[in-house]
């Protein structure tokens, strides 16, 4: 099902910014300012760190932001700490009123 | 805080009804809408569907004749069906609380793992 792409696997060392990508089409990404973007830990309930596009919830780190380019949309960390790895999951919004998701990302922090 | 927990059969048996059903506590299941997601073991997650607390609901097209959501605002509960089950359908089944709006999910439930399995 997963309609958006993003990288298997990025890393970092702690202090750096890595940032991973979300490649849709005109059809999601490219026309709606609609991603969220989801960090899961091993056993975990997904965590909702970024929604429209680059809008923060409450309790967020700063560390974490949100952009887009055309069909693909971005979230950077900056200032990676241990507790940042975890697999990382694009949403958007898509034509008809549904949702794709991207197959995710495993960050490492090294 | 509104808190989500997912309850259910384990196992079920292939060609049988999935059937699941997530209960709101902490708040009010009103004036929100409500959705599945699932995710297969080790893979990513997959939109199952979503339902408004009134009852109209909207489900992912590949899977949308096979599901479906229910909401019971006495008891505080939505439900998934999904029925004709294969090995296919085995995963972690989450329910979320869902902002149509600006779609996205912003409080999920642990997840509970169904298995399709004779």
């Known amino acids: 099902q997963s309609a958006l792409t993003q990288p298997a696997s990025v890393s970092g060392s702690p202090g750096q910014s890595i940032t991973i990508s979300c490649t849709g089409t005109?059809?999601?990404?490219?026309?709606?300012?609609?991603v969220s973007w989801y960090q899961q830990h091993p056993g975990k309930a997904p965590k909702l760190m970024i929604y429209?596009?680059?809008k923060r919830p409450s309790g967020v780190s700063d560390r974490f932001s949100g952009s887009k380019s055309g069909n693909t949309a971005s979230l950077t960390i900056s200032g990676l700490q241990a507790e940042d790895e975890a697999d990382y999951y694009c949403?958007?919004?898509?034509?008809?009123?549904?949702?794709?998701f991207g197959g995710g990302t495993r960050l490492t922090v090294l | 805080q509104v808190q989500l927990q997912e309850s259910g059969p384990g196992l079920v048996k292939p060609s049988e009804t999935l059937s699941l059903t997530c209960t709101v506590s902490?708040?009010?299941?009103?004036?929100?809408?409500w959705s599945w997601i699932r995710q297969p073991p080790g893979k990513g997650l997959e939109f199952i569907g979503y339902?408004?607390?009134?009852?109209?609901?909207n489900y992912y097209p590949s899977l949308k004749s096979r599901v479906t959501i229910s909401v019971d605002t006495s008891k505080n509960q939505f439900s998934l069906k999904l029925n004709s089950v294969t090995a296919a359908d085995t995963a972690v089944y989450h329910c979320?609380?869902?902002?149509?709006?600006?779609?996205?999910?912003?409080?999920w439930g642990q997840g509970t793992l169904v298995t399709v399995s004779s």
């Open positions: 979320a609380r869902f902002h149509a709006d600006y779609t996205y999910f912003d409080l």
């Open positions: 902490g708040g009010s299941i009103s004036g929100y809408y």
């Open positions: 339902i408004y607390y009134s009852g109209s609901a």
């Open positions: 005109s059809s999601d990404v490219g026309s709606y300012n609609l």
């Open positions: 429209e596009g680059s």
């Open positions: 949403c958007s919004y898509a034509v008809s009123s549904t949702l794709a």
